[in-house]
């Protein structure tokens, strides 16, 4: 209660390993200590090593334990909570957490923000009315809104009738420093059994989930192994992460044969040193918001292949800084991929453009800067004062 700096509360459904909660750990590592506080609210539970990653001493984490479903009974408990820490902005993300605006607004919570980060595996296009309709009964107690996509932004204007006023557009931002090009070419990787330097290797980095859509990276290799195996022999798959769709991953590459040419390496938490082991990186996702791991791979000098959902145009630029495909097309993607071991050094062009890209327009820098502006300015716009 002594302290004076301003409180955020940040809530997510839970706090492990994912882009979003990636996004929120940038933020709260990035900020000056003396402008705001922080407690990262996770209405499930959070990983232990995941919040590891939050470096500063005076973030404060709460697990609300949620089972599945609505928590209308959660109500008074939220904000009894919010109530008790008594902070100044309270922030959810996406719509698993948008239920705690109610609580917030019962608590007196001077601003509330939500953000739209992108949609689940339950809503892969944002289509379902059911959740534009929730999203419409919410929104009499969000203050302000933040679209990580321009076609989030959209969504939110025309599906659930947000003014644009009360839209902000935030795109996410990757640390530069990091996420860098290797000096000498590809580096090796603790643990991979692909460091040699006469192989090419492509890979993925996320959760292996259904709207991450790996199987279907998985089944276009197998296609190009088939079908160039003259072309593709050089060729190696790394794909990181763990998740439900881990089990069927294995039936497709036991039923191949190919096995040996990838590696499924788990989750790991060296995500810079990942990418600087890679030649290309392929994102084969159903649905995107921005994604974090498409900038770190352009952060890292590679060239990006990428089903076009979501943001990711936003992203890449088609023939510039990699390639766009439609979602589920194995042998669109197999091509692109053959593409890169044609031209080597047309892909290597690419890489080094999207590092340019990511320098000059989605720093992790800027990013936190927008973040800041809004927080000041919506309370200064409620009468809170901010030091430093």
């Not at 497709?252 to 030649?279: K, Q």
Request: hydrophobic share 45%.
């Amino acid at each position: 209660m002594s302290d004076p700096r301003p409180l955020i509360a940040h809530v997510v459904y839970g706090f492990r390993v994912g882009g979003l909660e990636n996004g929120l750990v940038n933020l709260v590592n990035s900020p000056p200590a003396a402008r705001y506080r922080h407690a990262i609210v996770a209405l499930t539970d959070s990983c232990p090593d995941f919040r590891a990653r939050v470096e500063r001493e005076d973030v404060r984490f709460i697990d609300l334990a949620k089972p599945p479903g609505h928590g209308f009974w959660l109500y008074r408990k939220i904000a009894a909570l919010f109530s008790s820490l008594r902070p100044a902005v309270v922030h959810t993300r996406n719509l698993a957490a948008l239920e705690a605006q109610l609580p917030a607004r019962m608590a007196g919570v001077p601003v509330r923000i939500h953000g739209e980060h992108g949609w689940d595996t339950r809503d892969p296009q944002g289509l379902r009315r059911r959740y534009q309709w929730v999203r419409r009964a919410y929104r009499p107690f969000v203050t302000r809104y933040v679209a990580l996509s321009g076609q989030i932004a959209d969504y939110l204007r025309e599906r659930v009738g947000v003014p644009a006023a009360r839209i902000e557009r935030i795109c996410n931002g990757v640390d530069i420093r990091r996420f860098h090009m290797p000096i000498h070419g590809r580096e090796p990787l603790a643990g991979s059994p692909f460091n040699d330097s006469r192989l090419k290797v492509i890979g993925t980095v996320g959760r292996l989930q259904a709207v991450k859509d790996q199987v279907l990276l998985v089944r276009a290799f197998v296609h190009l192994l088939r079908t160039q195996p003259a072309l593709a022999e050089p060729l190696r798959l790394v794909i990181v992460g763990e998740g439900p769709l881990r089990g069927e991953i294995e039936r497709v590459l036991a039923d191949s044969g190919v096995a040996e040419r990838v590696w499924l390496a788990g989750e790991r938490s060296d995500t810079p040193e990942v990418m600087r082991a890679l030649d290309g990186f392929v994102l084969p996702s159903r649905a995107e918001g921005i994604s974090n791991t498409i900038l770190e791979a352009m952060a890292s000098g590679l060239p990006v292949i990428a089903t076009d959902v979501g943001g990711n145009r936003e992203l890449v630029q088609p023939g510039r800084t990699g390639t766009l495909l439609p979602s589920g097309d194995e042998v669109a993607m197999a091509e692109a991929i053959a593409d890169w071991l044609r031209d080597p050094l047309a892909a290597l062009g690419q890489g080094m453009a999207g590092r340019e890209r990511v320098e000059r327009l989605f720093s992790l820098e800027g990013m936190v800067a927008r973040y800041v502006a809004l927080y000041d300015e919506l309370l200064a716009a409620a009468g809170h004062a901010i030091r430093g």
